[in-house]
Each structure stands twice: as structure tokens, then as C-alpha cells.
């Protein structure tokens, strides 16, 4: 078994998700004689109702006549933590279409982005190799483009979520836009800072192949900047060591700049370093705005150390993909595009947008995630 086989094996599973074929009546030619329900839209002051209008009027074309059954699945970088909510979402969806397909992601991230692409790549190559018709990923970068492609070309749409990979020939792009997710967390921080001139530290992304970090940092720096304030990013780091290094370096700025930092900003799910940094630099006060809903996230937002986060709309991420799927398969592209029309901002881009969560609504937004069994 090759090197990568061996960590597949130890690293990827299913995700609780073999659903079972849709059933038919033969004599419209295995076509799905009864319509599609969906679980009914739970009331919550955070429930996106803009996203459930989407997929009810979505499910309403659908069900204008008998549909196909549909073989697909869903990979995810990982079904842990972060990405949990998706594996949630994508295997509740796919239940509701009773389509054949699996979710499979990452159960022990190997901490190497090269090979977790490479073994990526073996599973899409895999899942074709089963049966699959479409497909949802969560892709690690652009040496993913090559297998989107090449599953493109045998006829098999592919529907991204999370990261986007606009350089691949996938139809649609599911997700949280990252220039306007910025400037919103930079509209959110703004409302808790003093008046300009003053230096916020941002922990985000300055490298240019990841391309989703580096548009959400530029968004985010343009709403500062315009409302005068100077800022400066700190390179947010993952795997072995990194909380240390990236702690230090937010400490470092806050202490070092001129004018000084007067507020903080964390962009992905380790945005509570920054909480970390301002209490070993001694200024615990440093209103802080963060991204996501880690635990130690929450920890610090109960403290009252992080005025407020962002949240992905994993759950929907992972809930919307296999019904856009069904959707390119009953409807065709071109009309899936259509019924989605008011939240795409372009011919292959739906914006899921985000939940603004501020310190003082973590209980009811919990109590939401808990309703849609949805907690990372």
C-alpha cells in the first residue's frame, strides 16, 4: 500500500452517511414519483431566512415534475471541529433527497497541506470510480484543479464549499465571500474602538495562494483604513507550535506600534490568540472581534474579553451543496443558477453571507446551534 493509501486509511472515514437510493415508480422511467420535503425551517431570531427562502423555492422547481435519482458525495477537509456543522448539514440534505452518496472527511488532519490534497484527490478519483454523478468539496488549494477538472470533464458537476477554486472548472461556488466577510467584521470592530488615529492588529492572511485569507484580510483593512485608522496583520498560523508564535506576534505589535493599537481583530477560528495576545501584553481591554465559534472563542466571549464573532453558516454550507446538486441534475445549471439568482453575485458564486454574534447573545445563539444539531 503506498504512503498515502496507508494515511487515508488512517485519516479519512465516513461521516455517518449512506443514504439510500431514491425510489421511483418504474413507469415514469425511475424517476422520483413523490416531491422532495425538506425538515420545516426552525424559528429562531438566527435562523437565515433568506437562505431557507432559497432552498424552498429551489425544492419548488424541483418538484414541478417527477425527478432522477442521483449518486453523489460530499468531501470535506475534515468532519471534526470546524467542519462538523458541514458533515451535518451535507448528510441531513441528503437524507431529505434520498439520494445514494457519502460524506467523507479528515478524522485526524495530517498537518501536511500537500499530502492532505494529494489524499483529496485520491478520494475524488475514488468516489468517480464508485458511481458518483456530482460532487461537493471542500478544496485545500490549487493542486486540487486538476482532479475537479478531470471529474468535469467525465460529466460530473462539482459544487465547492468553504474555500472556493475559481481557477477549476467547478459550476458553483457555496460560500461566505471573503471580502465582504472582512468588511463586515471590520464594520462590527469599528462600532467598538475609540475615535481614529489609532493602529488595529489584525490576525489574518498575507499569503497570496490562499486566496479566500487574503480577501478577507483586504476587505477588512479597506473599512478600517477608511475610517482612519492604521493596521497591520499578523500571518494566522496552524499546526505544531503555532499558537505560541502566533500569540507572540500579536503581543509584539501591540506593544511595539505607533500610533498605538487600539483594538483587534481575528479573521479565521483561532481568532482567540488575539485574546490570549492582549492579556500577555498586559492590555486585556483591547476590544477584540473575532471569526467562528471555537470553544475557546465562546470561553472568552463569556468573559467579555471578545465583543463579538462571525459565524460561516457552516451548517448551511454543507446543508445547501447536495440540494443544489439535485438541483443541476433535475433542472440543469443554467436554471439551478436561476432559482438561486438573488443570493449569486455572479455566475457562480452563491453568497451564503454570515451570523454577526455579539457577546451578549452567545446563549441564544448556542440554543440555535443546538437546535439544528450543529455545535463544532
Known amino acids: 500500500m503506498t504512503r498515502i493509501g496507508r494515511r487515508w486509511l488512517a485519516a479519512f472515514g465516513l461521516a455517518l452517511m449512506t443514504a439510500a437510493c431514491a425510489s421511483g415508480d418504474p413507469s415514469d422511467g425511475g424517476g422520483r414519483a413523490s416531491p422532495v420535503i425538506r425538515r420545516p425551517a426552525l424559528e429562531s431570531e438566527f435562523t437565515p431566512v433568506e437562505l431557507e427562502v432559497a432552498i424552498d423555492d429551489l425544492v419548488a422547481e424541483i418538484n414541478k415534475k417527477p425527478s432522477e435519482p442521483m449518486q453523489t458525495a460530499v468531501l470535506l477537509k475534515a468532519v471534526t471541529g470546524f467542519f462538523a456543522p458541514m458533515a451535518k448539514g451535507a448528510t441531513r440534505a441528503m437524507g431529505e433527497l434520498d439520494v445514494t452518496g457519502n460524506v467523507l472527511g479528515s478524522l485526524e488532519p495530517t498537518g501536511d497541506q500537500q499530502l492532505d490534497m494529494e489524499i483529496q484527490n485520491q478520494q475524488l478519483e475514488q468516489v468517480l470510480l464508485d458511481g458518483a454523478e456530482a460532487i461537493g468539496i471542500t478544496p485545500f488549494g490549487d493542486a486540487n484543479a486538476a482532479a475537479i477538472d478531470a471529474a468535469v470533464a467525465k460529466g460530473v458537476h462539482v459544487v465547492t464549499l468553504d474555500n472556493d477554486l475559481a481557477t477549476s472548472k467547478r459550476s458553483i461556488h457555496v460560500g461566505t465571500l471573503g471580502r465582504s466577510a472582512g468588511a463586515t467584521a471590520g464594520e462590527t470592530l469599528l462600532a467598538t474602538l475609540p475615535p481614529a488615529p489609532g493602529t488595529v492588529v489584525i490576525h489574518g492572511n498575507t499569503d497570496p495562494t490562499w486566496l479566500d485569507g487574503t480577501d478577507r484580510t483586504r476587505g477588512a483593512r479597506e473599512v478600517l483604513e477608511a475610517a482612519g485608522y492604521r493596521t497591520v496583520v499578523v500571518q494566522a498560523t496552524w499546526g505544531d507550535g503555532s499558537e505560541a508564535e502566533d500569540v507572540e506576534g500579536i503581543k509584539e505589535q501591540i506593544e511595539d506600534e505607533d500610533p498605538p ?35 475557546m472563542t465562546v470561553d472568552y466571549m463569556r468573559q467579555g474579553r471578545i465583543k463579538a464573532t462571525h459565524i460561516q453558516r457552516q451548517y448551511y454550507q454543507g446543508y445547501l451543496v447536495p440540494y443544489i446538486l439535485y438541483g443541476i441534475k433535475n433542472l440543469g445549471l443554467d436554471a439551478t443558477r436561476g432559482v438561486l439568482a438573488p443570493r449569486m453575485v455572479d455566475d457562480s458564486r452563491f453568497n451564503l453571507g454570515l451570523d454577526v454574534v455579539p457577546a451578549d447573545k452567545i446563549d441564544a445563539y448556542s440554543d440555535f446551534l443546538d437546535i439544528i444539531d450543529a455545535k463544532q
Not at 483561532?270 to 467562528?292: N, Q, S, T, W, Y
Open 261 to 295: 493599537a487600539v483594538g483587534l481583530l481575528g479573521l479565521f477560528d483561532i481568532a482567540f490568540r488575539c485574546a490570549m495576545a492582549a492579556e500577555a501584553a498586559g492590555k486585556p481591554d483591547l476590544p477584540i472581534v473575532a471569526f467562528d465559534f471555537h470553544p
